[in-house]
């Protein structure tokens, strides 16, 4: 008599060895699911700290005069922008980096997806050698959740020599 089937021992062990194998791609589908989120959370970070540091050299550039008004909040004025934008403000309040034109209302420049903390300005003039020199320097933390609840930090830093 031929059986053509499978006995109850090769089943058990065929069942058992897909089952282990459905389970580990299961798991590495959800590894890449969640280091997909965490990568988009380190990429919009680094893009909302180079677009910040961007709007503060920008403020800085043609600068002609500056004014620290805490260690979070500085004054620019700043050539070659309408009396009414003059001077800008930046400033960090509740986690929000703000910029203020002149007699406007502040505005976010940050997405609501982060947050700003941390913030320091520095106004450093030196001199030597008959040379005066005159900078800024900008820090701050940005913070921000990917999707599951992990959270992520990253400083930033710049400096600006100014010319005058």
Known sequence: MRNNGFT????IVYIGLFS????????????????????????MMAE?????IGKINWALTGATAIDL???????????????????????????????KRGV????????TNVKINNLVFVH??????????????????IEAKTPEGLQFSEDFHTVKYIRK
């Open 48 to 52: 909302e700290g180079i677009f910040i």
């Open 20 to 43: 282990m194998i459905i389970g580990g791609a299961i798991v590495s589908a959800y590894n890449i699911f969640e280091s997909i989120n965490r990568n988009q959370t380190k990429a």
């Open 124 to 141: 450093t003039i030196s001199s030597g050698n008959g040379i005066s020199l005159e900078n800024i320097s900008a820090s701050f933390t």
């Open 8 to 11: 109850l021992i090769e089943m």
């Open 104 to 111: 406007n209302s502040p505005q976010i420049i940050n997405n």
């Open 69 to 99: 008004l805490y260690s979070n909040k500085i004054s620019i004025t700043k050539s070659g922008i309408s009396p009414s934008d003059d001077p800008l403000i930046f400033d960090n309040s509740d986690g929000e980096m703000r910029l």
